[in-house]
């Protein structure tokens, strides 16, 4: 008996901007068990945990600009919100919500 293939989901077409309390990041480098290190839009460095809906469903490497939510007991961790992909991100730019010279490793 054949598989059906599963359907890719449609990318949403509204552009997800950081509300109150959200950071854009860039992810510097996977450390595995669903944990990453992000150099976040406001200076630092965080440990950020991939929450469990997004496993398989969306995958994250290095270079990577995501969102994320810190930590209200501890602003040196985070839970990932939403991962950018590269036509966001150029919207995101435009917008000016973040700089090119974030995304080539510079500060804000």
Do not use: N, T
Not at 7 to 20: F, S
């Amino acid at each position: 008996m054949a598989r059906k293939k599963k359907r890719r989901q449609e990318r949403p077409k509204e552009l997800v901007l950081p509300a109150e309390g959200e950071i854009v990041c860039v992810v510097e480098r996977l450390l595995g068990a669903e944990h990453l290190i992000a150099r976040c839009a406001d200076g630092k460095s965080r440990m950020c945990r991939i929450p469990g809906r997004f496993k398989r469903r969306v995958w994250i490497r290095e270079g990577d600009v995501i969102l994320i939510v810190p930590w209200e007991f501890d602003d040196r961790k985070a839970d990932v919100v939403h991962r950018y992909f590269p036509d966001e991100v150029r919207q995101l730019v435009d917008k000016g919500v973040i700089s090119p010279e974030f995304l080539e490793g510079g500060a804000i």
